[in-house]
């Protein structure tokens, strides 16, 4: 189960090679941004999405290292790992967007997971990329799968997935795929909202 995972975020990061196909809009730029349709944005956003009411606690699988308490704020977990460029890509935009969002009133605080099956290559990956922010990592990559699909997933979703957890630890938006500039405005909604 453990390989269908890696070959699925292979090729869902790039190692899919090339297509003839013409290339489709991505789902956010097909939804267009207005005051009223922020809903339809979250809908169109997130792959998974619980109202306050209905969404499940959430819970992280076993760490190599403990995690941090969590602040009474939104928590923003961004899965991804070392041979995954778009995680990699993403990067200095959530920490540039860790502090628009502060600035802007609305807290959030963003947590990096890898799920690299080898601590050594995380270790070597941040000792040579300095500007690696902060992670945690996935104690054990068997458990991977199974926690993929506790958070309404397939076990083989491809990564970087985003998780959006509210101020009471329950579990909100769920996103696989990386972000854009485009998505700014979306999580800045959600992570406002109660």
């Not at 267009?32 to 809903?39: I, L, N, S």
């Not at 076993?62 to 939104?74: D, G, Q, T, Y």
């Not at 990067?91 to 605080?109: F, N, S, Y």
């Not at 926690?147 to 309404?152: E, I, V, Y």
Request: proline share 8%; hydrophobic share 40%.
């Amino acid at each position: 189960m453990y390989l269908g995972f890696v070959l699925a975020s292979i090729l869902a990061c790039g190692g899919g090679g090339s297509s003839t196909q013409p290339l489709t809009k991505s789902r956010v730029d097909a939804v267009a941004v207005t005051p009223q349709g922020q809903e339809k944005d979250l809908d169109a956003f997130c792959e998974v999405r619980k109202d306050a009411a209905t969404a499940p606690t959430f819970s992280l699988p076993p760490l190599e290292s403990a995690e941090p308490p969590r602040e009474n704020a939104w928590t923003w977990y961004s899965l991804w790992a070392t041979w995954c460029v778009p995680c990699i890509e993403e990067m200095p935009l959530l920490k540039q967007w860790d502090v628009k969002l502060k600035a802007e009133g609305a807290p959030t605080l963003i947590r990096f997971v890898s799920v690299d099956a080898n601590a050594a290559d995380l270790r070597r990956y941040t000792a040579s990329h300095p500007d690696t922010p902060p992670t945690l990592r996935v104690e054990k990559q068997e458990s991977v799968a199974s926690w993929f699909s506790t958070l309404g997933l397939d076990s083989a979703a491809s990564i970087p997935i985003h998780i959006f957890v509210d101020p009471k630890g329950r579990t909100r938006c769920v996103r696989v795929g990386a972000v854009s500039e485009a998505d700014y405005g979306t999580i800045k909604y959600l992570v406002s909202k109660p």
